[in-house]
């Protein structure tokens, strides 16, 4: 470094040499951009595919309430929590495992950018029509008649609900004389308390 700073006697502080590492940054990028080409050329770009929805289900509940020995020899794949045989890792918790399978990392190493495709006009037009359908279907499906039977059944369950409250409130109103007078009324001389009307 024998011009980063030029020596003055006079001057005890450092002068550093700008047009010097001016140059030494230029041959830097300079570099930096060959190796980056040579790599490019090196390696194709690869063409990902778009991002899709997954097609089968992903299993969180097959380990659950399972106790595991595990020990050091014990392989990766067969340690606690999720294994990701892709990315061939292995990760505590559900919730971070459905991050790392939702992840750029893994979509990557499955061969998928995070791109989605854009969908056309046609398509959204045949999505909206078989949702449609779907929907007729089911009203075809859901019958009339079986429903005004369902209700005739319900409003005669609440009919025989309210006449059976109806007899239990009259049989706890009408005083129960089939004892008698109470012992304790024929003592005192009275045969009842006077609240009646006849």
Request: some cysteine; charged content about 45%; glycine content about 6%.
């Amino acid at each position: 470094m024998a011009g980063a700073y030029e020596k003055n006697p006079g001057d005890h502080r450092r002068k550093w040499d700008k047009d010097e590492y001016e140059r030494l940054a230029q041959e830097r990028l300079e570099e930096e951009e060959r190796k980056q080409l040579e790599k490019e050329l090196r390696e194709p770009h690869q063409k990902r595919e778009l991002l899709k929805p997954r097609e089968y289900k992903v299993d969180l509940d097959s380990k659950l309430g399972k106790s595991q020995v595990i020990t050091k020899t014990t392989p990766a794949s067969q340690q606690g929590g999720y294994y990701c045989n892709v990315c061939d890792c292995v990760v505590k918790d559900s919730i971070n495992f459905l991050d790392h399978i939702n992840g750029k990392k893994h979509q990557r190493n499955l061969g998928m950018s995070m791109k989605i495709e854009r969908s056309s006009l046609d398509q959204v037009k045949k999505r909206f029509e078989i949702n449609k359908k779907k929907m007729e279907e089911k009203k075809k499906e859901y019958d009339f008649e079986e429903r005004l039977k369902e209700l005739k059944e319900e409003e005669e369950k609440q009919k025989a609900y309210k006449k059976e409250k109806r007899k239990e409130r009259k049989r706890k109103a009408e005083p129960d004389d089939s004892e008698g007078p109470s012992d304790m009324a024929a003592v005192m001389g009275f045969s009842g308390f006077g609240g009646s009307k006849k």
